[in-house]
């Protein structure tokens, strides 16, 4: 290889080494760090937070009667404290908290709190670390397609519905339905919303899932459910308008909900990664850059040595 080639390569690596680290730095200024002080007295200022949380299904994660017999049976596998207790150490088996605290979600500080605010990763991405199965389900439903987040329907420091109860928060974006369904033989028998579109689930406790289905979808099963023998009688219209119950087609039900969702329940968009074709793209450039320089550095330099 000619010398000056050998020159040329080993000048463009150093460019590339030094637009590479360029890039790095501004990849992780753009995303959370942790330098300054962590607030752990978050009570002081936020003391009706702290008060519901302390109570709720993420505060007693780990204590909860449930969650201990069950981990005891199947041998406190050490697994299970990544999600019930906040930083978790596999290598010690030891842990910063017990239970789902502030920092399981509040982390990235950049700076001293209040002065500065506290980063808050409120996407369903976060809710999937620990509810894994309910996070599937929610991705292949209608509401993981429109991308409605988890805290829009549950509050995170309550672990409770937005809402007073599941009528209500359903009503909250699909307002029609919930309207001509208040007309139905099914809103007659005093059923709810949940009682079809949201399944008990019959997973084993410890897969990551919650109490009920979240796919939102009512399939042959949910019906068996309650009509099993009803779907082979004839003439049911009928038989029904006998028994005085007033069957109403709903116009809308296959229709498109939560087209104008409510903006109180806002969440934050999920931080999508940098790309490795980004960093590929700079070290071409910083490679070119550096050959192509190569020569105009090379006589600079030599006529800063040979000026005296």
Aim: charged share 20%; proline share 6%.
């Amino acid at each position: 290889m000619p010398r000056n080639l050998l020159k040329r390569l080993v000048f463009g690596i150093c460019c590339v080494a030094l637009f590479g680290s360029v890039a790095v730095a501004v990849s992780e200024a753009g995303s959370p760090g942790r330098s300054g002080p962590v607030r752990t007295d978050c009570d002081e200022c936020h003391g009706s937070v702290v008060e519901n949380w302390e109570v709720s299904a993420h505060g007693m994660a780990l204590d909860n009667r449930v969650f201990q017999e069950t981990w005891l049976e199947k041998g406190q596998p050490p697994e299970c404290l990544i999600c019930h207790t906040t930083g978790y150490d596999p290598e010690s088996g030891t842990w910063e908290a017990d239970g789902v605290t502030c920092l399981s979600c509040h982390e990235g500080q950049t700076g001293p709190h209040p002065e500065t605010a506290m980063p808050t990763d409120s996407s369903s991405r976060k809710c999937g670390t620990c509810h894994i199965d309910t996070h599937s389900e929610w991705e292949s439903s209608a509401h993981g397609e429109g991308e409605l987040a988890c805290v829009r329907c549950h509050n995170p420091h309550t672990s409770e519905l937005r809402a007073g109860n599941m009528q209500d928060l359903c009503s909250t974006c699909h307002s029609e339905e919930s309207y001509f369904y208040g007309s139905t033989a099914h809103a007659q028998r005093d059923l709810s919303c949940t009682d079809c579109h949201l399944k008990v689930s019959e997973s084993p406790v410890g897969e990551g899932h919650g109490q009920r289905e979240h796919t939102f979808a009512v399939d042959l099963d949910t019906c068996n459910q309650c009509h099993s023998e009803e779907m082979h009688l004839v003439n049911m219209d009928a038989e029904a308008a006998t028994a005085g119950v007033t069957i109403i087609n709903n116009p809308i039900a296959g229709g498109e909900s939560c087209e104008d969702p409510t903006p109180s329940m806002t969440s934050e968009p999920e931080p999508a990664p940098a790309s490795p074709l980004n960093y590929l793209l700079v070290a071409a450039v910083g490679l070119t850059f550096g050959v192509a320089v190569s020569p105009v550095a090379e006589n600079w330099f030599g006529r800063f040595l040979n000026r005296d």
